[in-house]
């Protein structure tokens, strides 16, 4: 058998091995075979790269914004360059499909373009004449090191949202990605390399939880933003903040999409199984609860959904027809079957059972499930509080509008939640009042573009900015504020009382 590669960190523009001998298999997820081993990280090589990126930073920081953004520029040319390249790589470890990949891609790729504004955005406020002869200005500085670690389902958007924003503040960035698909996140600190980004100001470091707990608690990390599931989120963000870090988490998600008697329902079942099943569920953006409102538009809606989930295409992750891939790994495809399996037991109806599926160009040992449906999902069932991850949809029938909008109202994720309808007024009046960070009307997966800003409430994210948009400038900075008053006046002497703008 062929030696099987090993994946290094990069520090410093090279692959780098540290200390430890610890590693990870990352698999094919089409044949459920390993295809490389990836190095996990020690103490001491967080120590080390910590220590590289602390030197790297204090000269990346004394560029001019414009400078730094022109690093960004010249790397969103490269990866455009290296898209397809790019795509393929992250399917062929992911799972998701070649089309998909691409769009993971490009949404990571579209906030390097927003973040490219440093210079506009870096800009801090200036009142003149205050007080007498007294101007007030603030500036925005960067924080130091910042460490981003990232969950497997976008090994390149994510990444890509962390890195823009924080290394066009001038950060140095410690990129911890997730171990099951790390092969896109080193490419893309290959590209920074050439794109002129100076050595050790991105590292990526591959480890599991002895890599995030020694991060969380490094000295020289000055804030840490995490993607991945709730529990993990939260224990990093009180974690972190306990040790003095600015800390964003974000975590898992239940998204519910609303269907009104009055909506399209062809339009809703599209987007709903688009969004259910696309990427094999697995997106914290993924819709997992229908709720259609009234008996008769979740017959209707229903009959819709069954006929688009027995007709998925299920494929190989290189293909560029499949609806959806495999799973990510085995451990992925036991927790969906043992959930839809769970769920029949609480008494659901199970419409489209997708378990036992081999696509026709799937090998064997791939981890495969397909598109599944469930119809009289109640609340208290498993299927509907646990977040699943997989091409799983529940429909939960909703008596009236009000009984809707409770629903994702008790829900304890806040992340993404849609509405169908054409009624302006009921659309409007869901998004004052429904409890959810990231609203869609008559849209299924409402991911902000770039320079708006993405995050969930409640059990869906820890910290108070978000990612992408003005927040990250925000995150990845802090004010100084200065008060300047030159020369007259200063003579005047001491004065021992607070100032004010009488
Ligand atoms: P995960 O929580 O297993 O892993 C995320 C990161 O944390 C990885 O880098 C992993 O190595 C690390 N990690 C795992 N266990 C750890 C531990 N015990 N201690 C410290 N670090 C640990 O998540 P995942 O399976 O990679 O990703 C899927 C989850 O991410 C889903 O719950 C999904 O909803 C969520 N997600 C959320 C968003 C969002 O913006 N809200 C976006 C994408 C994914």
């Known amino acids: 058998m062929a030696a099987i590669d090993v994946l290094e960190h990069r520090l410093s523009g090279k692959p780098w091995s540290g200390s430890s001998e610890r590693f990870s298999d990352v698999y094919d997820p089409n044949r459920g075979t390993a295809r490389a081993r990836v190095r996990l990280a020690d103490e001491s090589d967080v120590d080390e790269v910590v220590r590289v990126a602390v030197e790297a930073q204090r000269e990346w920081a004394a560029w001019n914004p414009q400078r730094r953004a022109r690093v960004l ?9 290296h898209h397809d390249e790019l795509a393929a790589l992250l399917s062929a470890e992911h799972g998701k499909t070649l089309p998909d990949a691409r769009g993971d891609i490009q949404r990571g790729l579209e906030v390097i373009e927003f973040a490219a504004g440093a210079p506009h955005l870096l800009k801090g406020e200036y009142s003149t004449d205050a007080g007498g002869g007294i101007d007030v200005y603030s500036m925005r500085q960067p924080l130091g090191v910042v460490a981003a670690i990232t969950p497997f389902n976008f090994p390149a958007m994510i990444p890509l949202w962390k890195l823009g924003p924080a290394l066009a ?12 698909d790390p092969s896109v996140p080193i490419r893309i600190a290959e590209l920074f390399d050439e794109a002129g980004l100076p ?18 608690v490094h000295p020289d ?36 999409l609303i269907v009104m008697p009055d909506a399209d329902l062809d339009q809703a079942a599209d987007a709903i199984s688009g969004a259910a099943f696309g990427s094999a569920g697995q997106r914290c953006m993924a819709v997992s609860v229908a709720v259609p409102v009234g008996e008769q538009t979740a017959d209707a809606l ?64 791939g981890w495969f499930v397909g598109g599944t449906l469930f119809d009289r999902v109640t609340t208290d069932m498993s299927l509907y509080r646990d977040e699943i991850f997989g091409p799983v949809l529940s429909v939960v029938r909703a008596a009236d509008y009000e009984q809707a909008l409770r629903l994702p109202n008790e829900n304890v994720y806040g992340n993404g939640v849609s509405i169908f309808t054409r009624d302006g007024d009921a659309a409007r009046n869901f998004a004052a009042r429904v409890n959810t960070g990231m609203v869609g009307v008559n849209v299924p997966i409402p991911v902000p573009i770039a320079y708006h800003t993405f995050g969930g409430w409640k059990a869906s994210g820890f910290g108070d900015l978000n990612q992408h948009g003005p927040d990250s400038f925000k995150f990845y900075t802090r004010t100084k504020t200065v008060t300047s008053r030159w020369p007259s006046g200063i003579k005047d002497g001491a004065s021992f009382v607070i100032p004010t703008m009488s």
Request: charged share 20%; net charge neutral; proline share 4%.
């Open 221 to 256: 990390i000055q804030a840490v933003g995490f993607v991945g599931s709730t529990p993990i989120a939260q224990y990093v963000y009180a974690t972190a903040t306990a040790h003095g870090k600015r800390a964003q988490c974000f975590g898992g998600a239940k998204n519910h």
């Open 199 to 216: 050595p050790g100001v991105l590292t990526v470091l591959h480890g599991d939880k002895v890599a995030v707990d020694a991060l969380l």
């Open 302 to 365: 229903v009959a819709k959904l069954a006929e688009r989930a027995r007709n998925l295409t299920i494929g190989r992750s290189d293909s560029e027809t499949a609806d959806l891939g495999p799973l990510v790994g085995a451990d992925a495809a036991q927790r969906v079957t043992a959930a839809i399996a769970a769920g029949a037991e609480e008494g659901a109806e199970l419409v489209v059972d997708g378990r036992g599926i081999t696509p026709p160009d799937g090998g064997e040992g």
């Open 73 to 81: 520029l010249r790397f969103l040319q490269l990866a455009n360059q």
């Open 169 to 180: 503040c001038g950060n140095a960035v410690v990129l911890k990605p997730s171990e099951r």
